[in-house]
């Protein structure tokens, strides 16, 4: 999705939690009798040993590039960050953003349609001037390591629909969020982090039926090869058959991927084509297995609960930050105080830098949820061994073996090594869950 300037990035963030899951899942799992409990007690089972068989199976040219193309990332967040920096800082030092106010104030008289007006210009401006960057990270990058099907037209399609999408959202915020300020003085900022929280829950709301569409087509799960298994599994759950989706994510990239999305009433899981035409059936139970976890464990409202805890933090960050450099700088921009609308640069700023810093805490609260629903996925589908091989798919563009302070620093998921540890000390409690047929199968065979 196109980049949409850094004072969405909250809601970035939550998408982020429920966007690109994957896992466990309970099934219909076979109840095995007492002689074959008995007859299928390994000998000696070796969590370890397992765990480095199933990485084994990448071949390690491809290994290297998954690796490649994940710590390529860690830069990205950092020539993110500082480009960010860079244009917001010319918007300010050239006067752009106080030319942008006066412009809007010529228009109308009307504050909130002031807002809006320059709302339009700061964000059609950010989107040119970032826009190298975006097409060399989300477009050419991909392509480099064959995770792009899109042409470049259908591609900029997506930018532009992107970029009216946040036209749109960013002035839902932006005006209210202007508005306290002018009227709440030095206190607008808890407000702000309250309807900021409101905010991230609406498009959460809205997201499935309003924004995902006009990016893919989402039907009901239709598949006949899974649908009786999954919606069987969905109903032992306790997750309504109508909640469950598939949509065609082969649009954009061969990624096997499946999601939670939506708030309260729209609150759906999808299961994305590459998924349901690239695994087996034990690996697409285990899958959904994952996201019924996020489902049943409410990850949503923890989800925005925890968001919330730091979306506070980073606004009383942000007063602080945006009152300190005015002080020091606020005339040489032109910037008259915090209630004028062409201080939003200087916010994108502080609040670039407060998320930038605060990486590492927000992957961990996704992170941590991820494995809970991998482990309520491995309960519920019963499925080990599919669950590896789930995992070293994910290792196409997640890397697979990192160490434990990368992990914690800059996986939102667990990692491939992480998660099929876990499937395996799953396997070793539940010798009688064991698939000779998964173990053996060559997941990248194909490639
Ligand atoms: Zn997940």
Known sequence: MVRIASLILPILLLFTIFASGQTTAPSAAPVPSAENRAAAAPPAFDINTAVNAYLAKMPPAQRARSDAYF???????????????????????????????????????????????????????????????????????????????????????????????????????????????????????????????????????????????????????????????????????????????????????????ANVSGFASTTRISLNDNLLKRCTLPEIETTMGHEMGHYVLNHEYKGLVEMGVVVVVAFAFLNWGINFALRNWGQNWDVRGIADVAVLPLAVIAFSLFFFVMTPVTNTITRTMEYEADMYGLNAAQQPDGEANVDLMLGEYRKLDPGPVEEFIFFDHPSGRTRITAAMRWKAGHPESASPEEVARPVFGTQ
């Open 71 to 257: 710590e390529g990332g860690y830069w990205l967040l950092l020539w993110d960050f500082l480009s960010t920096v860079v244009v917001m800082w010319l918007m300010l030092r050239f006067q752009w953003s106080t030319g942008m106010r006066n412009l809007a104030e010529r228009l109308t008289r009307f504050r909130p349609i002031q807002t809006a007006l320059y709302w339009i210009q700061f964000f059609l401006l950010t989107s040119i001037l970032m826009f190298p960057l975006t097409v060399y990270e989300s477009y050419f990058r991909e392509h480099k390591y064959g995770l792009l099907n899109q042409t470049f037209g259908p591609w900029m399609r997506e930018q532009l629909i992107g970029l009216a999408v946040g036209l749109v959202l960013g002035a839902i915020l932006i005006v209210p969020l202007f508005g306290l300020v002018r009227r709440l003085g030095q206190n607008w900022w808890v407000w702000g982090a309250a309807l900021s929280i409101v905010f991230l829950a609406f498009v959460s709301l809205i997201a499935p039926v309003y924004i995902s569409p006009l990016f893919n087509t989402y039907k009901k799960l239709e598949d006949p090869r899974i649908k009786g298994p999954i919606l069987t599994m969905a109903n032992a759950n306790g997750i309504p058959a109508t909640d469950v989706w598939e949509f065609d994510a082969s649009r954009q990239s061969n990624r096997v991927s």
